[in-house]
Structure formats: structure tokens, C-alpha cells
T-cell receptor
């Protein structure tokens, strides 16, 4: 399966600390995406990094990608209580037909304690 | 406002009673997809559609049907629901399958 796997499954930190989540995947990709899900709600796209990029920033988010290790990390700096959510990585797959699709991991549950 | 709309948001029903969960997007997206989310299993894809009249199975298609007669709508049909289909369901759309997806707010189904 192409599905990514996040690590750790759960993470609890104090407000103001940094949070790092990791994602590993199995096959070659064109891009990797990170999403956020507040409890029971729909996922919200955070950031996309292409396979020829190594690092990308968006506000307090920093994403790295190491295609040789088939892994990515999401760093949230200066965390806030409002960052409490589940975070998912998603990898794309391109089929022989030219069709493409996204596969989601199982997520990291982040709790930021005020 | 750009959005993906699912209905109903919540449904409790009984085994064997056919049901349809509707999904509509107003962004003119080619790609649409259905996922189910269960504790510890993340999001698993049920069916996806690259374009009108083009649908394909995802990882867990058994017990589900879909259709894509128009670009904006992608209903999920459970012909004979069973308790193992109790789950949280999400519809999503994007311009293309590998691009950022917009998600609906989810439909929580309970099959008794």
C-alpha cells in the first residue's frame, strides 16, 4: 500500500513548545501533503511539498522531505492550544493510466496544553 | 463560498435499509472521492472519480456504490447497509487527484 504512516501516534506538549511529527511512505511520489483535522470535522489542507523540494515553510509550519529515506516531517513552532488536532500526511500515486490519487496515513493526535 | 456539502450530517438506520449520502461541490473540480474514517485506521478511500462518468474503486469499496453523472455531485450509496459500515464518512474534491483536497464536514452513520 502507498499509505503513509505518521509517528508518533499521539503527542502531548506545553503551549509554546515545538511539535514535530513524522511521516514515512513506501513508494515514489510526486508530492506529499499535510492536513489537519479538528475533532470529528473535515480535513483541512495545510501544505504541499513536491518531490524536488527539501523544505517548505508556511507561517509557523515547516515541512521537510527526504525522498531517499521516503520520509517527511512537520514542525509546528511556538505551539498554541488551538493547534490541538490530528495531523495527517498524504502521498500521491500515479497509475499507468495517468490517473492519480491521494493516500492518507493514520494520523498523529497532537494535544497542546495551555 | 467554495465548499463541499454532504448530507445528511448524521444518520441512524437499520441493517438492510438502502441509504444515500449526497455530496456536492461548487468549485468545478474534476476529482471527487469518498473516505471512511475509523478509530486507529485513519482515512481509507472507498471510491474516487477522476471526472464525470469515470469512477474507480479505492481501498475499501465492498458494500458501496457511487455514480458521477454530473461534475458537481458524487453520491455514495449503501444498497444493504450492515453494522460494519458504521463509520464517519467524508467526501472530498480537488482539481486533480494529486492536488490539495477540499473536504466536507462529514457524515456520521450508525447502522443498527
Amino acid at each position: 500500500s502507498q499509505q503513509g504512516e505518521e509517528d508518533p501516534q499521539a503527542l502531548s506538549i506545553q503551549e509554546g513548545e515545538n511539535a514535530t511529527m513524522n511521516c514515512s511512505y513506501k513508494t515514489s511520489i510526486n508530492n506529499l501533503q499535510w492536513y489537519r483535522q479538528n475533532s470529528g470535522r473535515g480535513l483541512v489542507h495545510l501544505i504541499l511539498i513536491r518531490s524536488n523540494e527539501r523544505e517548505k515553510h508556511s507561517g509557523r509550519l515547516r515541512v521537510t522531505l527526504d525522498t531517499s529515506k521516503k520520509s517527511s516531517s512537520l514542525l509546528i513552532t511556538a505551539s498554541r492550544a488551538a493547534d490541538t488536532a490530528s495531523y495527517f500526511c498524504a502521498t500521491d500515486a500515479v497509475y499507468a493510466t495517468g490517473a492519480n490519487n491521494l493516500f492518507f496515513g493514520t494520523g498523529t493526535r497532537l494535544t497542546v496544553i495551555p | 463560498e467554495a465548499q463541499v456539502t454532504q448530507n445528511p450530517r448524521y444518520l441512524i438506520t437499520v441493517t438492510g435499509k438502502k441509504l444515500t449520502v449526497t455530496c456536492s461541490q461548487n468549485m468545478n473540480h474534476e476529482y471527487m472521492s469518498w473516505y471512511r474514517q475509523d478509530p486507529g485506521l485513519g482515512l481509507r478511500q472507498i471510491y474516487y472519480s477522476m471526472n464525470v462518468e469515470v469512477t474507480d474503486k479505492g481501498d475499501v469499496p465492498e458494500g458501496y456504490k457511487v455514480s458521477r453523472k454530473e461534475k458537481r455531485n458524487f453520491p455514495l450509496i449503501l444498497e444493504s447497509p450492515s453494522p460494519n459500515q458504521t463509520s464517519l464518512y467524508f467526501c472530498a474534491s480537488s482539481p486533480r487527484g494529486d492536488q490539495p483536497q477540499h473536504f466536507g464536514d462529514g457524515t456520521r452513520l450508525s447502522i443498527l
